[in-house]
Each structure stands twice: as structure tokens, then as C-alpha cells.
């Protein structure tokens, strides 16, 4: 994997989904953990498009913390999920 997206703020996504869109345009292979209040990045339909295809892996403790009761629609990690995604990436980039 060419990127890991390590997402921890809410604001992440404005970000994000730019940087997935160019790493598409370049053909890089990326993937990307959400953590923290980075979890409410994917209330928004338009991410969730853009990461489609995509490895996304989001914290479950962080997914309870700030989204309880909803569905969540990545797949659930933890934070050795977290580590082992950074060392596969070659880069990291964190938002």
C-alpha cells in the first residue's frame, strides 16, 4: 500500500477526500483509519463515495464514543488494525 489516511479530527474530511481523489488520479493504492471525532468524517455520503473500493477502517471504541447508536458502514478496527496499516503504508499521511 502506497498511503495509509490516518484521520483524528472532524474537520479531516475537507481534507480527505480531496487527497483520496489525487491518489486515485495517480493510481496510488491507499487505505484509511479513522479514529477520534476523524469517525464523523464519514457521516458525509460523498467520502464514503470517494473511499468506495478502498480499504476504510474505522476505531470501534472511537465509533461508540461519537456516533452510539449508528450504523457504521466501514469496517471495524482496533487499534492494532491502526499499526499494522501504518506499517504496511509507505507513506503516512495525517489529518
Do not use: Y
Request: aromatic letters at 6%; glycine letters at 6%.
Amino acid at each position: 500500500m502506497k498511503l495509509l489516511f490516518h484521520v483524528t479530527t472532524a474537520e479531516s474530511g475537507r481534507l480527505l477526500k480531496p487527497l483520496v481523489m489525487a491518489a486515485r488520479r495517480a493510481n496510488a493504492s491507499f487505505a484509511a483509519f479513522f479514529t477520534h471525532e476523524g469517525v464523523k468524517t464519514l457521516e458525509d455520503a460523498d467520502l464514503l463515495a470517494a473511499l468506495a473500493g478502498s480499504r476504510a477502517v474505522v476505531c470501534e471504541e472511537s465509533w461508540h464514543r461519537f456516533c452510539p447508536g449508528r450504523e457504521c458502514l466501514v469496517e471495524n478496527g482496533s487499534q492494532t488494525i491502526n499499526s499494522a496499516l501504518m506499517a504496511e503504508a509507505e507513506r503516512v499521511v495525517s489529518l
